[in-house]
């Protein structure tokens, strides 16, 4: 099956810094990739996601990268604000038909420190 | 917007007891997931529902056991509850791979 690796486990950066987290991932056939952000005493909520036939896709501060050939994608943050704070899961999956069973890293903690 | 909700934001009950966690959607959603969120483990899949009455194991399946007799609605069954069954239960659900969360049940076995 599916194997997503996170990195790193825990981030802290000052206000106005950017973070990156990275995800690798097992499976050449999973071609579907989303961040989730999930903030204290809440479930994870969809941030961004981006699909196998696109290399990077932006939503104002928050960008994700795809390496298909390298099986790795990664989450872009800019100009950091406290309100970031918070934990990151990237994950993995097919897509459509029996492939919506997501994969997930094991977290990001990420710090934003004003 | 679509709504996850579950039961109990807190449970807590003994080891030996049988234990029920509700999850409803409001959106119609075929898909339905349960898993388990415990420190530096990420979220673990339980089991999951394709359709009413349909369910299928997910990567830890053992201890627990499902039940959606409803399209909206799902439940988590923890046949004799064990201490290291404490964790944080999150609920989800899904038109395709995009999932939506529940606020989640943090069960205490003691």
């Known amino acids: 099956g599916e194997n997503v690796e996170q990195h790193p486990s825990t981030l802290s950066v000052q206000e106005g810094d950017s973070a990156v987290i990275k995800c690798t991932y097992s499976?050449?056939?999973?071609?579907?990739f989303p961040w989730y952000k999930q903030e204290l005493g809440k479930g994870p909520q969809l941030i961004i996601d981006?699909?196998?036939?696109?290399g990077e896709k932006k939503d104002q501060r928050i960008a994700v990268t795809l390496n298909k050939t390298a099986k790795h994608f990664s989450l872009h943050i800019t100009e950091t604000q406290p309100e970031d704070s918070a934990v990151y899961f990237c994950?993995?999956?097919?897509?459509?038909?029996?492939?919506?069973?997501?994969?997930f890293g094991k977290g990001t903690l990420l710090t934003v420190n004003p | 917007d679509v709504k996850v909700t579950q039961s109990s934001r807190y449970l807590v009950k003994r080891t030996g007891e049988k234990v029920f966690l509700e999850c409803v959607q409001d959106?119609?959603?075929?898909?339905m997931f349960w898993y388990r969120q415990d420190p530096g483990l990420g979220l673990r899949l339980i089991y999951f529902?394709?359709?009413?009455?349909?369910?299928e194991k997910g990567d830890i399946p053992e201890g627990y056991s499902v039940s959606r007799e409803k399209k909206e609605r799902f439940s988590l069954i923890l046949e004799s509850a064990s201490t290291n069954q404490t964790s944080m239960y999150l609920c989800?659900?899904?038109?395709?791979?995009?999932?939506?969360f529940g606020p989640g049940t943090r069960l205490t076995v003691t």
């Open positions: 989800a659900s899904s038109l395709t791979n995009e999932q939506y």
């Open positions: 499976d050449s056939a999973s071609n579907y």
């Open positions: 981006i699909r196998s036939n696109v």
């Open positions: 994950a993995a999956s097919g897509w459509g038909g029996s492939n919506y069973k997501l994969t």
């Open positions: 959106m119609d959603h075929e898909n």
């Open positions: 529902s394709y359709d009413v009455k349909m369910k």
